[in-house]
C-alpha cells in the first residue's frame, strides 16, 4: 500500500463525497496519524484505514456461491471484475440484519492483492486521529481479537453535534486489521 | 469454408495489413518531402501480389481493384505521375477498398471498380516533358540498353536531384556471388542507392564475373570508396558526360520547368540515399546474373515463421483439456493403489510420475497461450490508417504518438478490441481534437496530439487512448443525463465530477443529438464499455474541460472464452461449458428409478446416473412441473445434472473467482452477464468427478468423506 497520490483518487470514484476531503487535507502541515473510516455494525462504531478503502458501493446485486464459507455473501462484478462479497457482521460473529437504504459494500484491500467486499450497516465519515487519540491493542492488552488494531476516542463527537457530548457518553471507534480479519478462513 | 480459401484470406489479410503501414510511411514521407523510392517499391510489390493471388481464387473484383491501383503505382514508380496528398487518398481509398472486399459476407458489389477506377484517372495526370536524357551519360550504350525503365528513372531522378552517379566494378567468385552481394548491399545501405548490378562489359574468366554496379551517392567519393571496399578489391569510378569531365555542373542537368499544373515535387536539397532492393518485379528482361542473384538473395529472405490458424491452437488448447482429465484419473487410481499397504511404493512412484506430468502439461499449456500472444502494433497499424481517414474527413490535424505497439495480447483480445478502440478513437478526433482554429484561438498548437499507449502491468495489458482535445463538460453531461431520465435530480445534485464523467457509459446516453448538444463524446459508449467488460476488461475515463480526455482500458492478457450452456437451479444462473456437455434432454419423472439409493435414468439403452444440483449445492429447490437433465461426460463417463430451465447457449469468458474462494470446489469461476448479473460457471469435469467418486465410495460400504 502506497500513499501514491493517484490511489487516493480512486477511492470516492462512485462513493459518498464525505471521503472525499482528506486528499486536500492531507496537505496540510498538521501532522496526521491516522486516516480512518468509520461505519456501523449493528450500532458499534468501527474503522478502517482509509488507505486500504478502495471504493464504497451501494449494494448491487449478489450471486450466491454455494459451498462458499458461511461469512462469504457472494460474488459480484465491479466493472468486470469478479470480487467477493463478506458479511462484517458475520465475520465478527453479530447478529444478522437485513439490508436496508444505508447499507453499503465496502471495497478493502485484503491480503494476496485481493481486494474484498465488505458489507456493513452504514459508513459514517472518515477520521484524521492524533496520535493521542488512538490506543493500541498491544498498550490496553487484555482479550481484544487478533483482527482489532486498537481503539481511537475522538476528541470530537463522531454522530451527533458537540452539545451531545459528555463526559459519560464518550464515543469509541474500534479499530480493525484489515490483514487478519480478511485472511482466508 | 475451405482451407484454400481460408488460407487465401490470410494472406491476402497479411499483405493489406502490410500495404496500410507502408502507405502511412510513404504518407509521413511525402509530408516531410523525402520519399523514398524502394517504400514505393514495395506497395507497388504488395498490390502486384494482392492481384496474382486474389485472381487466382476467383476473386475478380479484387483482382481487377489491385489491377488499376498497379497501374497508378507504375506511374509513381517510374516517376510518371507525382505523390500528392491526392494521389495517397486514393491508395489508401483502394486499400480500404480491398479490406471491404475480404469482409465478411462481402460479395463482388461491396466496391464500385468503376468508381474507383475513375478517381485513379482523375490523380494520375502523367508529367509531361521535363525528362532528363541519359543519351549524355558517359555509359555505354549496351549498358543503357539493358536497363529496365525503372531503373532508367531512378537514374533520372538522381540525375535531376544533382546526386553523383557512380560505377563500381567488383569482382566476385561465382560460387559466393550471392552473398558477396548480400555483403555489398549491407554496406551500400546507409551511404548510397544502388541503381542496378550488370556484368562487366569486360566479363570475368572461369569462375570469377565482374559487375558493374551502378549507384548514386551524396557522400564524397573517397569515402564511398572506402565504405564500400571494406577490405575487398573494388574499383569506384564516378560517372560523368559524355565529353564533359566528371566536374560538370549539375545545373546543366536540371530539368525544364514543369508544364503540369500539379504543383512541382518537392525538391529536397540533400536527399539521404536510399537502398534499393535488387529485385525489380517483372519489368522486361534484365541481365540474367541479375535474375539469379535476385531469386537467391528473395529466397533467403523468407521470414522464420509459420502462419496458423487460431482454430488449431484452440484445438490443441482442448487437448491439454482432456490431458488434465488423464492426469486426475491417474491420480485416482493412485489414491485407490495407495490403499492397497503392499502397493505403497508403487503407489509413491506413480504419484511422482503423476507430478512431473502436471508440470509438463502446465509448461505446455503457457506455451499455447503464448503462441497466441501477437502484438498490439498490428491493431495500431489498422488504427493509424483510420485516423488519418477521419482526420482528413473532419479537417483536423491530428499526430498520431505510438507506444507500446510491442506489448504482446491473445489474437482473440486484439480482434475483438479493434471496434471498441475504433469508436474512442472516432470519438476523439470528431468530438474531443478541435478544428486548427479553434485550437489557435485556445492558445494550442493547431496540430492535436493522439496518443495511443500500451504497456502491461501483472498479469493485465493497459492501454490508453489519450487526446489534447476539448475535453467533457460534467455539468453538460449531467444536464444531458436529467433530460434524457437517465439520473433522478437528487442524483444529480450530489453527483461527483467522476460519476459524471461515468455518464457517458450509460445505454441511452449516447444519441446523435446528445453530441451535438454537447459537442462532447457519446456514439455508441454503452457498447464500448459492454464489449470490453465482455473481454473481461474494464475502461475508466479521465477529462479535464479544456485539456483533453483520456480513456484507459485495462485487459487480461490472455483471454479464456468459452461456449457456454446456460441453466437456472433454484433461481440462480450457473453456466456449464458446452465441451462438456453432450446433450440436455427434458426429464421424464416417470422414468427415473432408484438405484441404490441414487437416481438414474435410462437413456438409449444405457444407465445414466443423475445428480440435482438443487441438492448438491444445498439450495432451496424451486416448484418447478418440468425440469431438464444436461448430460455431461467426461472421456467414457456420464453424469446428468438436474436443472430447472435451460436459458440457451452463450459464449462467455471465465473469470478466476477471488483468492478468498479457491478452496470452493466445483466451480472453474464466474461470468459477467451483463446489467450487473453475474453466474458461476460449473467445473463440470470436477463435479462429474465428485458425484461419481461418492457413488463408487457408497458402493464400496466407504461412506463418502465430503
Known amino acids: 500500500m502506497s500513499d501514491d497520490p493517484k490511489r487516493q483518487t480512486i477511492v470516492p470514484a462512485s462513493g459518498s463525497a464525505a471521503v472525499r476531503a482528506p486528499t486536500s487535507a492531507s496537505m496540510l502541515a498538521v501532522p496526521i496519524v491516522r486516516e480512518l473510516l468509520a461505519f456501523v455494525i449493528a450500532d458499534e462504531t468501527y474503522a478502517l484505514p482509509l488507505r486500504s478503502i478502495r471504493e464504497i458501493l451501494k449494494v448491487p446485486p449478489i450471486t450466491g456461491v454455494p459451498r462458499a464459507p458461511k461469512d462469504v455473501l457472494g460474488i459480484i462484478s465491479v466493472r468486470g471484475r469478479i470480487t467477493t462479497v463478506r458479511d462484517l457482521r458475520r465475520l465478527l460473529k453479530m ?91 | 469454408m475451405s482451407d484454400v480459401h481460408d488460407e487465401f484470406l490470410a494472406e491476402a489479410q497479411e499483405i493489406i495489413e502490410a500495404l496500410s503501414r507502408d502507405l502511412l510511411f510513404l504518407d509521413q514521407a511525402q509530408k516531410e518531402g523525402n520519399v523514398q523510392p524502394d517504400l514505393i517499391n514495395e506497395v507497388f510489390r504488395g498490390v502486384h501480389t494482392l492481384k496474382g493471388i486474389a485472381g487466382m481464387f476467383g476473386f475478380q473484383t479484387l483482382s481487377a481493384m489491385a489491377h488499376t491501383l498497379e497501374d497508378l503505382l507504375d506511374d509513381l514508380r517510374l516517376g510518371r505521375v507525382d505523390l500528392s496528398q491526392e494521389v495517397l487518398d486514393v491508395l489508401f481509398e483502394g486499400v480500404e477498398g480491398f479490406q471491404r472486399l475480404l469482409g465478411e459476407g462481402a460479395d463482388e458489389e461491396a466496391v464500385d471498380v468503376k468508381d474507383f477506377a475513375q478517381s485513379i484517372e482523375r490523380v494520375s495526370k502523367k508529367r509531361e516533358g521535363g525528362e532528363v536524357t541519359l543519351e549524355d551519360l558517359d555509359l555505354d550504350e549496351s549498358v543503357l540498353a539493358v536497363l529496365t525503365e525503372y531503373e532508367e528513372h531512378r537514374l533520372r531522378t538522381n540525375l535531376s536531384q544533382g546526386t553523383p552517379l557512380y560505377r563500381l566494378r567488383v569482382r566476385f567468385s561465382l560460387t559466393t556471388i550471392d552473398s558477396n552481394l548480400e555483403e555489398l548491399k549491407e554496406r551500400a545501405k546507409s551511404v548510397a542507392e544502388i541503381i542496378t548490378y550488370l556484368p562487366s562489359v569486360g566479363g570475368g574468366d572461369g569462375d570469377e564475373i565482374d559487375l558493374d554496379v551502378l549507384l548514386a551517392s551524396d557522400i564524397p567519393a573517397i569515402e564511398l570508396g572506402e565504405v564500400l571496399a571494406a577490405g ?165 490535424e491530428v499526430r498520431l504518438l505510438v507506444t507500446g505497439a510491442e506489448t504482446e495480447v491473445d ?263 451483463g446489467d450487473q448479473r453475474v453466474a458461476l460457471v460449473l467445473d463440470a469435469p470436477g463435479l462429474l468427478e465428485e458425484v461419481l467418486r461418492s457413488q463408487e465410495l457408497q458402493q464400496l460400504g466407504i461412506e463418502a468423506h465430503e
Not at chain 1, 440484519?97 to 472518515?126: C, M, N, Y
Not at chain 2, 509459420?306 to 492426469?327: F, Q
Not at chain 2, 486426475?328 to 507430478?355: D, F, G, P, W, Y
Not at chain 2, 434524457?484 to 444519441?511: H, N, R, V, Y
Request: with cysteine.
Open chain 2, 411 to 673: 489474437k482473440l483480445i486484439v480482434e475483438e478490441l479493434s471496434d471498441p478502440l475504433m469508436h474512442l478513437i472516432r470519438n476523439a478526433i470528431d468530438h474531443g481534437i478541435e478544428s486548427p482554429k479553434v485550437r489557435e484561438l485556445a492558445g494550442k498548437p493547431s496540430e492535436g496530439i493522439l496518443s495511443l499507449n500500451a504497456y502491461q502491468k501483472g498479469n493485465h495489458v493497459v492501454l490508453e487512448i489519450e487526446d489534447d482535445g476539448a475535453g467533457m463538460n460534467e455539468e453538460l453531461l449531467v444536464q444531458a443525463a436529467l433530460r434524457k431520465g437517465l439520473i433522478a435530480q437528487e442524483a444529480a445534485d450530489e453527483i461527483t465530477a467522476q460519476d459524471a464523467l461515468e455518464l457517458i457509459f450509460m445505454p441511452g446516453f449516447s444519441t446523435r443529438s446528445a453530441i451535438t448538444d454537447l459537442s462532447g463524446r457519446g456514439v455508441g459508449m454503452d457498447v464500448v464499455k459492454t464489449n470490453i467488460n465482455r473481454l473481461g476488461g474494464v475502461v475508466d475515463v479521465w477529462s479535464e474541460h479544456g485539456s483533453g480526455t483520456k480513456f484507459t482500458i485495462t485487459l487480461p492478457v490472455t483471454l479464456a472464452i468459452i461456449s457456454a450452456l446456460l441453466v437456472r437451479v433454484a433461481g440462480r444462473d450457473f453456466a456449464i461449458p458446452i465441451t462438456s456437455v453432450q446433450e440436455a434432454i427434458l426429464l421424464d419423472r416417470a422414468a427415473v428409478r432408484t438405484v441404490e439409493g441414487r437416481e438414474v435414468i435410462s437413456l438409449r439403452g444405457s444407465t445414466l446416473p443423475l445428480c440435482r444440483l438443487d441438492r448438491l449445492f444445498r439450495l432451496l429447490p424451486v416448484q418447478s412441473d418440468r425440469r431438464f437433465v444436461v448430460v455431461c461426460a467426461v472421456g467414457q463417463r456420464r453424469v446428468g445434472f438436474v436443472v430447472d430451465a435451460l436459458d440457451g447457449q452463450q459464449d462467455i469468458v471465465i473469470k478466476a473467482l477471488g483468492k478468498s474462494l479457491s478452496n470452493v470446489r466445483g466451480f472453474a469461476g464466474a461470468t459477467d452477464l
Open chain 2, 232 to 396: 575487398g578489391e573494388a574499383e569506384l569510378e564516378r560517372i560523368g558526360r559524355k565529353g564533359v569531365g566528371p566536374e560538370t555542373s549539375h545545373e546543366a542537368l536540371m530539368p525544364p520547368p514543369l508544364e503540369d499544373e500539379s504543383p512541382g515535387r518537392p525538391m529536397p536539397t540533400s536527399r539521404p540515399p536510399a537502398p534499393v532492393d535488387t529485385t525489380p518485379p517483372e519489368r522486361g528482361a534484365p541481365a540474367p546474373q541479375k535474375d539469379i542473384s535476385a531469386d537467391a538473395l528473395s529466397l533467403r529472405s523468407v521470414a522464420n515463421t509459420v502462419r496458423v490458424d487460431i482454430r488449431k491452437l484452440d484445438h490443441l488448447m482442448n487437448v491439454v483439456g482432456e490431458l488434465a482429465i488423464v492426469r486426475s484419473a491417474v491420480a485416482r487410481i493412485t489414491e485407490k493403489i495407495r490403499a492397497r499397504e503392499e502397493l505403497r511404493q508403487l503407489a509413491i512412484e506413480l504419484h511422482r510420475v503423476n507430478r512431473g506430468f502436471e508440470r509438463h502439461l502446465e509448461e505446455l499449456q503457457e506455451g499455447i497461450l503464448d503462441v497466441r500472444m501477437v502484438p498490439l502494433g498490428q491493431l495500431f497499424d489498422k488504427l493509424a490508417r483510420i485516423i488519418r481517414q477521419v482526420a482528413r474527413e473532419h479537417d483536423k
Open chain 1, 95 to 185: 447478529p444478522e440484519s437485513a439490508t436496508d437504504k444505508h447499507t453499503r459494500v465496502l471495497l478493502v484491500e485484503a491480503p494476496d492483492d485481493e481486494v474484498i467486499g465488505l458489507l456493513v450497516d452504514r459508513v459514517l465519515q472518515v477520521y484524521r486521529l492524533d496520535e493521542d487519540e488512538v490506543e493500541l491493542a498491544a498498550v490496553v492488552g487484555g482479550d481484544m481479537s487478533e483482527h482489532v488494531m486498537g481503539v481511537g476516542r475522538p476528541r470530537r463527537s463522531i454522530r451527533g453535534s458537540e452539545e451531545e457530548q459528555d463526559e459519560g457518553n464518550e464515543e469509541i471507534l474500534v479499530l480493525l486489521d484489515p490483514g487478519p480479519l480478511l485472511r482466508r478462513s
